[in-house]
């Protein structure tokens, strides 16, 4: 409701600073949330406004008490999670000064901790990803503070190891996107297969990756690093010479049988991805397999139950042959096993 002579603007403002005197708890700032629900979703052009207003307020978080800068920290917490506020309101807490006094990480603890009142850790990552903030979390410690183990340790002490799981896992993608980045520079260059393969030795230890891992990121890194021919019956052939070449980097991550499935999955889906490559499939596998990267068992054991859904029939088609094949060499092994015996 308008106030005699006033706006509505001039209304939210009121609202915002009545909210300084309300309770300390997450009822009375709820239903003030409420409030500027309403009054955003019936006036949508204050929307822009009210965001504004909220990122200069945070602005200037020292120039409040403790307790009602917790006040306005679980009302952003609520508002965010309703979808009244946008993530990009944090990028007032990364002020040098904020930041510095401690006062921004404090601030986001009580922030955090009243959005994961409201919804769970999917749609916090979703509200931060969106607007770029995934990756800009470490900016609320000073700069000798900004570590993972840091990170976690404060927000796990503070009760948000949701938080800190989050962290760590954008460190990790973070961490996957730079070595994918550099696997590509090297293998572009052409540099020596073993150093290759020692650079991705040193980096899954150093990170900690999995095998399973790492294969899909060899096998991204390695067919981003040409640019292929537009025709079908070239790109096949470009494709075999290509993995011909670095088969032996391929081989030296799937020594397990799970590993080998994750490429052949990833062969699979990228095959399906890019549809220039949809006949190059069987090709491919028959390559690797050659080449002593996939076993029979685990290309059976693909073809058997653990492809996916896409291009399935076409790519199972494919296989067909080569799989009876594999069957029938399987079974004559076996046959003169026995007769040795």
Not at 27 to 40: C, D, G, S
Not at 237 to 253: D, G, N, R, T, V
Not at 289 to 311: C, F, M, P, R, T
Request: aromatic fraction near 10%; proline fraction near 1%.
């Amino acid at each position: 409701m308008l106030t005699p002579g006033g706006t509505l603007s001039d209304d939210m403002t009121r609202t915002e600073f009545c909210l300084f005197k309300a309770q300390e708890d997450m009822e009375t700032m709820q239903a003030y949330a409420q409030v500027f629900n309403k009054l955003i979703r019936r006036y949508k052009y204050l929307e822009k406004g009210f965001q504004e207003e909220i990122k200069k307020l945070l602005l200037f978080l020292k120039g409040f008490t403790e307790s009602e800068r917790n006040k306005l920290a679980m009302l952003a917490g609520i508002l965010l999670a309703n979808g009244n506020l946008s993530a990009a309101i944090l990028s007032s807490l990364f002020n040098e000064n904020l930041v510095k006094e401690g006062v921004s990480a404090c601030f986001a603890v009580k922030l955090f901790k009243s959005w994961f009142s409201e919804k769970d850790i999917n749609s916090v990552s979703s509200g931060l990803r969106k607007v770029g903030m995934d990756s800009r979390l470490m900016e609320l410690f000073p700069a000798n503070k900004r570590s993972c183990e840091h990170f976690s340790k404060y927000f796990t002490d503070a009760g948000l190891p949701e938080l800190s799981d989050f962290a760590r896992n954008q460190q990790s993608i973070g961490a996957r996107k730079e070595l994918q980045k550099e696997l590509e520079e090297q293998i572009s260059r052409g540099d020596p297969l073993k150093d290759i393969i020692l650079y991705v030795r040193e980096e899954i230890q150093k990170n900690n990756i999995s095998e399973q891992m790492m294969i899909g990121l060899i096998w991204a890194s390695v067919m981003s690093s040409v640019e292929w021919n537009k025709k079908e019956e070239l790109v096949t052939e470009q494709a075999i010479k290509l993995l011909k070449q670095y088969s032996p980097l391929l081989k030296a991550f799937t020594s397990q049988g799970l590993s080998e499935l994750t490429l052949l999955l990833k062969i699979q889906e990228y095959c399906y991805d890019n549809i220039e490559f949809m006949k190059a499939f069987q090709k491919i596998v028959v390559l690797l397999y050659k080449a002593d990267v996939l076993s029979e068992e685990a290309i059976l054991k693909w073809y058997n139950d653990a492809h996916v859904a896409k291009g399935k029939s076409v790519f199972l088609e494919q296989m067909k042959k080569f799989v009876e094949w594999l069957k029938n060499a399987e079974e004559e092994s076996e046959s003169e096993e026995e007769e040795a015996d």
